[in-house]
């Protein structure tokens, strides 16, 4: 199976405006509640793409009975760690009229001791059954920095890494199979900015010195960039005409690389499957609801050009 895990989901609020107006009254044409969150979208995106797969997340309050509703009613499999915080709640606003997205976070709020040490117990459980691993997302406040080099060291199989920072470079001696930043991301974890596509290599051969297998790097709409010990790769975008909500275009990535690498891919073809979920995810409303069946048609689309390194 593809373990999906992490400890900050979100109870997704999602308002679409025919035109929004900053500092106005905005009235919505539509409103959607829906599972997301890194966790959650990676492990909806997972399932929708075929095979045994497991979502592992805390969730707690109010919006829990709702989670779980969701996730049965799409057949999603899932263990949650119940908390006594309730689950955040993210809204993104949709203006139909300019294309843009507003996304408006809050910060995954902090886990008691006990359920932290639930968490730990389960994972180290559902890893030792796993293929691969999607271990993804920030960690909430108050959680040891150390958390996930914790949870790596009980995992059997490849991990597909989907966070930053410090506690992305202190895992890398570990050799995770894969780490997938995106842009913004590899300069955090970089320290530094990567105003161009010269900064970009260098950035991403540091995480390949440190330990990691292959870095995968997304940019929204332009290539992505993938990069190993010996290959090197620019992966053109697909063109989307009907783009509706970007959210979760990451997280589609992860999913696919880690589902690609359980059905025994390599990995330049695995990239391509990332290239086309994130392009099905565009044009959808709910994040991560991928039809598995045009993702691997669009992957046949996916043009690749080899780097040298």
């Given at each position: 199976?593809?373990?999906s895990a992490g400890l900050t989901p979100a109870w997704q609020h999602i308002l679409l405006f025919d035109g929004f107006r900053?500092?106005?009254?905005?009235?919505?044409?539509?409103?959607?509640?829906?599972?997301?969150?890194k966790v959650f979208n990676a492990g909806i995106a997972a399932h929708h793409l075929g095979g045994p797969s497991l979502t592992l997340a805390p969730a707690g309050g109010s919006p829990l009975p709702l989670v779980r509703g969701e996730l049965r009613a799409l057949g999603v499999p899932n263990r949650l760690i119940v908390t006594r915080q309730p689950i955040r709640v993210c809204t993104t606003l949709l203006d139909r009229a300019t294309g843009t997205m507003t996304e408006l976070v809050e910060n995954g709020r902090p886990l008691a001791p006990d359920e932290l040490d639930a968490f730990r117990a389960a994972y180290a459980e559902e890893a030792s059954q796993a293929a691969v691993v999607v271990l993804i997302g920030s960690l909430p406040e108050g959680t040891p920095a150390s958390l996930y080099r914790e949870l790596l060291e009980q995992t059997p199989c490849p991990v597909v890494l989907d966070f930053r920072g410090e506690g992305l470079l202190g895992v890398l001696d570990l050799k995770p199979l894969v780490v997938k930043p995106n842009r913004e991301e590899l300069a955090a974890t970089a320290g530094k900015p990567l105003e161009n596509d010269d900064d970009l290599l260098p950035a991403m051969r540091s995480l390949v010195d440190r330990g990691a297998q292959w870095v995968l790097v997304s940019d929204g709409g332009n290539p992505a960039w993938l990069l190993g010990t010996s290959a090197g790769y620019r992966f053109h975008p697909l063109p989307v005409t009907n783009a509706v909500n970007p959210i979760g275009c990451g997280d589609a990535m992860a999913a696919a690389v880690a589902w690609a690498v359980r059905d025994g891919r390599a990995m330049v073809d695995a990239v391509r499957l990332a290239v086309a979920a994130a392009a099905d995810n565009l044009a959808g409303l709910l994040p991560c609801r991928l039809d598995a069946g045009r993702v691997e048609e669009l992957a046949k689309a996916v043009r690749v050009d080899r780097l040298p390194v």
């Amino acid at each position: 199976m593809i373990l999906s895990a992490g400890l900050t989901p979100a109870w997704q609020h999602i308002l679409l405006f025919d035109g929004f107006r900053y500092g106005e009254v905005n009235r919505a044409a539509e409103v959607h509640w829906c599972a997301s969150g890194k966790v959650f979208n990676a492990g909806i995106a997972a399932h929708h793409l075929g095979g045994p797969s497991l979502t592992l997340a805390p969730a707690g309050g109010s919006p829990l009975p709702l989670v779980r509703g969701e996730l049965r009613a799409l057949g999603v499999p899932n263990r949650l760690i119940v908390t006594r915080q309730p689950i955040r709640v993210c809204t993104t606003l949709l203006d139909r009229a300019t294309g843009t997205m507003t996304e408006l976070v809050e910060n995954g709020r902090p886990l008691a001791p006990d359920e932290l040490d639930a968490f730990r117990a389960a994972y180290a459980e559902e890893a030792s059954q796993a293929a691969v691993v999607v271990l993804i997302g920030s960690l909430p406040e108050g959680t040891p920095a150390s958390l996930y080099r914790e949870l790596l060291e009980q995992t059997p199989c490849p991990v597909v890494l989907d966070f930053r920072g410090e506690g992305l470079l202190g895992v890398l001696d570990l050799k995770p199979l894969v780490v997938k930043p995106n842009r913004e991301e590899l300069a955090a974890t970089a320290g530094k900015p990567l105003e161009n596509d010269d900064d970009l290599l260098p950035a991403m051969r540091s995480l390949v010195d440190r330990g990691a297998q292959w870095v995968l790097v997304s940019d929204g709409g332009n290539p992505a960039w993938l990069l190993g010990t010996s290959a090197g790769y620019r992966f053109h975008p697909l063109p989307v005409t009907n783009a509706v909500n970007p959210i979760g275009c990451g997280d589609a990535m992860a999913a696919a690389v880690a589902w690609a690498v359980r059905d025994g891919r390599a990995m330049v073809d695995a990239v391509r499957l990332a290239v086309a979920a994130a392009a099905d995810n565009l044009a959808g409303l709910l994040p991560c609801r991928l039809d598995a069946g045009r993702v691997e048609e669009l992957a046949k689309a996916v043009r690749v050009d080899r780097l040298p390194v």
